[in-house]
């Protein structure tokens, strides 16, 4: 399948010197859901933003299903949807009246029928005829997303879709994602939170200074990169470690009665069945294991704290 956006040494420098965008490369695929993950500043609405033409670049280019943004701007403004973090929405016109005006000015045919159906999937069908100003922050979050989708776009941006806003609109906001999936929209979302991005995406971009550190399938980024935890739970305390066991990353826990060791998933040859071998013989009895991997969020913290060191 061939790349449906493609970004290519995409830099944005402001005047002060402050350099916002490091030659950014990037490649989406066609119903592709991808999760850009990043500390606040690190650069993520600043790239969603250029690519959306919202903010200008300094060096690169940005392609959408063949068309350049720059050279082609209409086409491919056409076939973007974004929900930013702001919400932007006229306080005293309808909820149905703004999805309307929003379809128009893309050039889009009325269509209440679709109109309604979108709602219908944000739970906004029994609001279409109420004003903005009465509704509350959660439902003018999705309203902004029907606003986003109102003109039938091919790739949609959420930018932090659901910070702020409860745990039902976000399950909302996931299932809606991967309806749309479906009906072939790609997906571009920038979140701060972790288990979203294990939710949803199908790849994972990590964001820092600027800077796009990896993108990377999500299975294969926590395969490579993350880390199981075995805890061995014993049946008496211990005073110390033993001799045996000083050749692997055993740490003994804070009640002396539990055993850790830290592993890598990659790793053909994980030690644990030398370790028991090991305890049975030196007349240590455990009753139980327990085993922890890594999640996203330990992958993603690991990779920022690299940078700062």
Same mark, same amino acid.
Not at 98 to 115: A, E, H, I, Q, V
Not at 124 to 129: I, S, T, V
């Given at each position: 399948? &061939?790349?449906?956006?493609?970004?290519?040494?995409?830099? *944005?420098?402001?005047?002060?010197?402050?350099? $916002? !965008?490091?030659?950014i490369n990037l490649r989406v695929k066609k119903t592709e859901i991808l999760a850009l993950l990043g500390p606040n500043g690190a650069g993520k609405t600043t790239l969603i933003s250029t690519i959306c033409g919202i903010s200008k670049f300094t060096r690169g280019k940005i392609t959408l299903a063949g068309h350049d943004i720059v050279l082609n701007y209409r086409a491919a403004r056409k076939m973007i949807g974004m929900v930013p973090q702001e919400l932007s929405l006229e306080s005293f016109e309808t909820v149905m009246n703004?999805?309307?005006?929003?379809?128009?000015?893309?050039?889009?045919?009325?269509?209440?029928?679709?109109?309604e159906d979108l709602l219908e999937q944000l739970?906004?069908?029994?609001?279409?005829? &109420?004003?903005?100003?009465?509704?509350?922050?959660?439902? *003018?979050?999705?309203?902004?997303?029907?606003? $986003? !989708?109102?003109?039938?776009?091919?790739?949609?941006?959420?930018?932090?879709?659901?910070?702020?806003v409860d745990v039902e609109l976000r399950k909302d906001m996931w299932l809606l994602v991967r309806r749309l999936r479906k009906k072939g929209v790609t997906v571009i979302l920038t979140t701060h939170y972790i288990e979203e991005a294990e939710a949803i995406a199908d790849r994972v971009g990590i964001i820092d200074k600027g800077q796009l550190l990896l993108v990377e399938e999500k299975g294969s980024l926590m395969q490579r990169l993350g880390q199981k935890q075995l805890t061995i739970e014993l049946?008496?305390?211990?005073?110390?470690?033993?001799?045996k066991l000083s050749d692997y990353h055993i740490v003994l826990g804070a009640d002396r009665q539990s055993l850790i060791y830290t592993y890598n998933m990659r790793s053909d040859n994980s030690g644990i069945n030398n370790i028991l071998s090991n305890l049975t013989h030196s007349g240590i009895i455990f009753n139980d294991l327990q085993t922890k991997q890594s999640s996203l969020e330990d992958i993603f913290m690991s990779l920022v704290n690299e940078r700062v060191a």
């Open positions: 399948m &061939s790349d449906f956006l493609t970004v290519n040494a995409l830099s *944005k420098k402001y005047e002060n010197g402050f350099e $916002a !965008l490091k030659t703004t999805l309307r005006f929003s379809r128009g000015l893309f050039g889009k045919s009325p269509n209440d029928s679709y109109l739970s906004l069908l029994d609001m279409r005829n &109420s004003q903005i100003i009465e509704l509350s922050g959660g439902m *003018k979050r999705r309203v902004s997303i029907a606003k $986003a !989708l109102s003109h039938e776009p091919q790739l949609l941006f959420l930018d932090e879709p659901t910070a702020g049946q008496a305390p211990l005073k110390e470690l033993p001799s």
